[in-house]
């Protein structure tokens, strides 16, 4: 079934990319992987390559102890950049009828692992430290208070599908006329509890990950804020194309509380279901911003279920090797670099080591600098998540 499009009416980014769209656009379409760092503070045993946002962050010293993290400064650089436009429809809509959506994994855990760390060390923790930083739902009350939003306030958790949920519930909501518009997204900054985690689970690569790559060997954990602005009616700005979410499709393996489903089951029952609602057939998809995390176990697995559903082959490619792996904020940071996809009318290029790996189905992998010969109208993006946690999106270019 068919459903009405959500509008995109702005989108902002911060990640190892960049802290502005342009930059992030520039280096992007350049392949850059200037972001991507050794950390020798996140691993409790050595040195990891992670994907960092360089930059000064907004001070929130002046804000309430449990709201000041890095993960609300992330946040924070990316609200700015929407701040206006929030008003503008505060001003059309109302402050209870705007709502905000927003996913996230980490929230402020670093802010708790550094407070842990001064207890053991010093028997107290930090003046500036307080249990609240690190809740789930911080980021969603941090939004909604510099805001000044008062009406729907969700946070949502989902490891690595999380902010790509928050634009299928901000839809469900609008269509049901809770809402009117929403703050959508997510935001995940770098803390050693994921870095370890996942080094536990060897699933860590010892260099810049090789998403599809016969000599892959894992992620790169990173950072990043999205921010979207979501409604039903298209935005008044006539200077940018309109671009929307037209279909989402989600499953569950229910296989493993940390290996998907084999065979990519659920990750095709999601795609399939993000064509349906779309009203689109898989030969009209243009590209595909995998999932792409070149842990052994996910490349498979989305490689043979983009096989079996799209035999067109259309364009795919991974940025997990140029913004590193923003577990709860990928989802939405994705749906963003599909939002410049179709902006710019460039491909976002696949960086590796151009060696396929024979065991995996063949797939149409983005060169760098490689150009679409048509116009690119239509773009999925995929997220998959512990417990087999399955949310495919579609966004296209809306011209009527």
């Known amino acids: 079934m068919m459903s009405a499009p959500l509008y995109i009416h702005q989108i902002a980014l911060i990640n190892a990319l960049g802290c502005s769209n342009q930059q992030i656009s520039d280096n992007l379409f350049a392949g850059s992987q200037a972001g991507l760092i050794q950390s020798d503070t996140l691993l409790a045993n050595g040195q990891i390559m992670v994907a960092q946002v360089q930059a000064d962050l907004p001070d929130l ?41 927003v996913g996230t994994s980490t929230s402020g855990i670093a802010q708790g692992e550094a407070a842990m760390l001064q207890l053991l060390e010093q028997g107290q923790f930090p003046e500036h430290y307080h249990y609240r930083q690190q ?75 090789l998403p599809g790559s016969k000599n892959r060997d894992g992620i790169n954990i990173g950072e990043a804020a999205a921010l979207a602005i979501v409604a039903k009616q298209k935005s008044n700005n006539q200077a940018q194309p309109h671009i929307a979410l037209l279909g989402a499709g989600e499953s569950s393996d229910a296989y493993h509380m940390s290996a998907p489903e084999p065979d990519g089951k659920g990750a095709e029952a999601a795609m399939i279901q993000a064509l349906q609602q779309a009203g689109l057939s898989p030969a009209q998809i243009d590209y595909i911003n995998l999932h792409g995390t070149a842990t052994v176990k996910n490349d498979q697995m989305e490689t043979l279920a983009i096989n079996r559903v799209f035999a067109n082959k259309p364009y ?16 939405a940071t994705e749906v963003g670099l599909c939002y410049l996809v179709l902006q710019q009318q460039k491909l976002a290029p696949h960086i590796w080591d151009n060696q396929p790996d024979p065991d995996l189905p063949a797939l149409n992998w983005v060169k760098a600098g490689e150009t679409n010969p048509q116009a690119i109208q239509y773009c999925l993006t995929n997220s998959f998540a512990f417990g087999g946690n399955n949310v495919a999106l579609i966004l296209g270019l809306c011209n009527e």
């Open 135 to 209: 809740e789930v739902s911080n980021i969603a009350g941090f939004i909604a208070e510099v805001a000044g939003l008062t009406g729907f306030c969700l946070s949502i958790s989902t490891a690595c599908s999380s902010s790509a949920k928050s634009f299928v519930t901000a839809r469900e909501l609008i269509e049901a006329g809770v809402i009117d518009a929403a703050i959508v997204g997510g935001v995940d900054s770098l803390c050693g509890m994921t870095v370890n985690g996942f080094s536990a689970l060897e699933s860590t690569a010892a260099h810049i990950c």
């Open 316 to 331: 795919v490619s991974s940025s997990k090797a140029m913004i590193g792996h923003t577990l709860g904020a990928a989802g």
């Open 61 to 101: 010293s002046a804000q309430p102890v449990h709201f000041q993290s890095r993960n609300n400064q992330l946040a924070m650089a990316a609200y700015v950049q929407i701040a206006e436009q929030i008003n503008q429809l505060k001003q059309q809509y109302g402050s209870e009828r705007i709502g905000v959506i």
